[in-house]
């Protein structure tokens, strides 16, 4: 039975992802230093550790939504191609450009891998987050997962305090720029 856009019963679980990227990943039959080098095989995904725990609960008939920080046309790109894959998304806008990363296959052997660190958040960002998550009245799991993007302070690794009293999160997985993040992964949901 479907209640409110969820199955009767299951829980609400969303998941934060304070630092979604856009993967892309191409391939090159070698690199070399101040040459053209030709690309092929071109994909771009909508990433982050959050989003993947999105769409996993989603491919499995899991009521979830996306919670996370988006910027420019890089983050539109996330949050409408998580939408075409049926994951609503709740996003707190900031400046900049979400962050692209470049995963290069150059070789049988041979991969790079170029992480952006993302688009810088405020204090105005972070309580913009905050209140969302506040008013969140399905909220049965939050689920924090990914890097920090840059300028994200210690509360960051903190939901308000309403809502940790209403959550049971299931996982708070911070970069090491967050040593001691409130959520305990003990919870069953």
């Not at 030709?38 to 771009?44: K, L, P």
């Not at 994951?87 to 790079?112: C, H, M, S």
């Not at 913009?128 to 300028?151: K, Y």
Request: glycine fraction near 8%; include cysteine.
């Amino acid at each position: 039975m479907r209640v409110a856009g969820r199955t009767k019963g299951n829980p609400m679980i969303y998941t934060l992802t304070p630092n979604p990227a856009i993967d892309y990943n191409i391939s090159c039959d070698g690199l070399q230093p101040n040459t053209v080098t030709r690309t092929r095989d071109a994909v771009y995904t909508p990433n982050g550790k959050g989003l993947n725990v999105s769409f996993t609960l989603d491919h499995y008939g899991v009521p979830t939504t996306i919670l996370g920080f988006f910027a420019g046309f890089s983050g539109r790109y996330i949050v409408e191609g998580a939408r075409e894959l049926g994951v609503d998304v709740k996003p707190v806008w900031t400046d900049g450009i979400t962050r692209v990363n470049v995963f290069l296959n150059a070789g049988p052997d041979t991969e790079y891998n170029m992480v952006n660190a993302g688009a810088a958040i405020t204090p105005a960002d972070e309580q913009s987050m905050f209140e969302l998550i506040d008013g969140l009245e399905d909220l049965d799991c939050l689920a924090i997962s990914g890097s920090l993007p840059p300028n994200a302070s210690e509360a960051s690794c903190a939901a308000p305090s309403s809502a940790s009293e209403r959550a049971e999160p299931s996982s708070c997985s911070i970069s090491p720029a967050c040593s001691s993040p409130s959520f305990s992964s003990s919870s069953p949901c």
